[in-house]
């Protein structure tokens, strides 16, 4: 039973770190093909810094996020852990995933508030000679986030359930309580 969230998440967690590489990639691409331009012909391509700020590095900074979690990368403050015991330290990381949660889907809720909105309005930021679409891209952070904070709850679901048959094996003498 287990074993299917976790591929799955893998498997989306691939994905996205895909996704963002490729966004680098294009980036990069991008930026050296605009300093090109200009050095040879005198001239920039039209939007480079629109596409790069509003599509490129919101994908490279926004989806990531479930390898982050995933991976145990987030920034953690670990000054007293050592001195609780391993029933308060599950605890205290129960809390913190819950905690991440739901700020995770606190701000999935506002930006996808904010995305339907800018979508209905089909917004747009002016170029030298055209328009640039961005509405897409206000999809990104809500996908992005949504995506983490429902991790961070199957992982503080996965301690609880994890806890409950560890301690009722070790009630029963069938696990040792250390593990």
Known sequence: MRAFPERFFAVLDNLLVAVACA???????HVVADIGS???????????????????????????LLHLRRSRSMIQVELFSALFSARVSRVLDVSSDLLLAAWFLLCTWYTAKLAVH??????????????LRIWPTRWILPAAMGIAGTYCLLVAWRRCATNAVEEEAASE???????
């Open 23 to 29: 966004f680098m990639v294009l980036m990069t691409v």
């Open 38 to 64: 200009r050095l040879v012909f005198r001239q920039s391509l039209e939007a480079t810094t629109e596409v790069v700020s509003y599509y490129y590095m919101v994908g490279i900074a926004f989806l990531p």
């Open 118 to 131: 800018k979508t209905g309005l089909g917004e747009f930021v002016d170029t030298t000679v055209d328009i």
């Open 173 to 179: 003498g069938g696990l040792d309580a250390a593990a």
